[in-house]
T-cell receptor
Framework: SQQGEEDPQALSIQEGENATMNCSYK?????LQWYRQNSGRGLVHLIL???NEREKHSGRLRVTLDTSKKSSSLLITASRAADTASYFC????????????WGLGTSLAVNP | ETGVTQTPRHLVMGMTNKKSLKCEQH?????MYWYKQSAKKPLELMFV???????ENNSVPSRFSPECPNSSHLFLHLHTLQPEDSALYLC??????????????FGQGTRLTVV
């Protein structure tokens, strides 16, 4: 299967704690993106990291990419109840036949 | 709001009905996409249009028929659907086509229920 795999599938934390989600993939990639989806709504792009980058920050978000291990992680620091959502990784495979491959997502619940 | 608008937000249709989903983007993007999202499955890419030309059709049944009359509008025409077609249908757009890998902007989705 070409799909990305995310773990954990579900994560429940208290407000103020950090949340870490991981994404693994099987092919060589061009870039990797993280998206957030609130229940039953569209996806919102969070951050894009290119294959030659190792770490990227955006506000309370920190994304790392390890191409040797074919994995990425998304860290949300000082979580808030409003961060409750599903988080998806998506990656563009390298090569001529480029496709956007999606993970199954991690469902994050941040409890007040 | 992301600049991508989908209508309707909810749709219930019988298996013999014909309906259409509409998507409109105001971002000046060149590529538009239809995705299907079902529970416990990865997002499924259905169709891709780049500069109004269909560039990808991922073995989608013919009961789903896309239409892209211009770069701002995308339709998904539905007829004789099955209950397993019930899902959240998401429209997205991006500045460049999928091969470039730029970020995608999604609409809020249409929750489709086939009865």
């Amino acid at each position: 299967s070409q799909q990305g795999e995310e773990d954990p599938q579900a994560l429940s934390i208290q407000e103020g704690e950090n949340a870490t989600m991981n994404c693994s993939y099987k092919t060589s990639i061009n870039n990797l993106q993280w998206y957030r989806q609130n229940s039953g709504r569209g996806l919102v792009h969070l951050i894009l990291i290119r294959s030659n980058e190792r770490e990227k920050h955006s506000g309370r978000l920190r994304v790392t990419l390890d191409t040797s291990k074919k994995s990425s992680s998304l860290l949300i620091t000082a979580s808030r109840a409003a961060d409750t959502a599903s988080y998806f990784c998506a990656m563009i495979n390298a090569g001529n036949n480029r496709k956007l491959i999606w993970g199954l997502g991690t469902s994050l619940a941040v409890n007040p | 709001e992301t600049g991508v608008t989908q209508t309707p937000r909810h749709l219930v249709m019988g298996m013999t009905n014909k309906k259409s989903l509409k998507c409109e983007q105001h971002l000046g993007h060149n590529a538009m996409y239809w995705y299907k999202q079902s529970a416990k499955k990865p997002l499924e890419l259905m169709f891709v249009y780049s500069l109004e030309e269909r560039v990808e059709n991922n073995s989608v049944p013919s009961r789903f028929s896309p239409e892209c009359p211009n770069s701002s509008h995308l339709f998904l025409h539905l007829h004789t659907l099955q209950p397993e077609d019930s899902a959240l249908y998401l429209c997205a757009s991006s500045q460049e086509g999928p091969a470039i890998g730029t970020e995608a902007f999604f609409g809020q989705g249409t929750r489709l229920t086939v009865v």
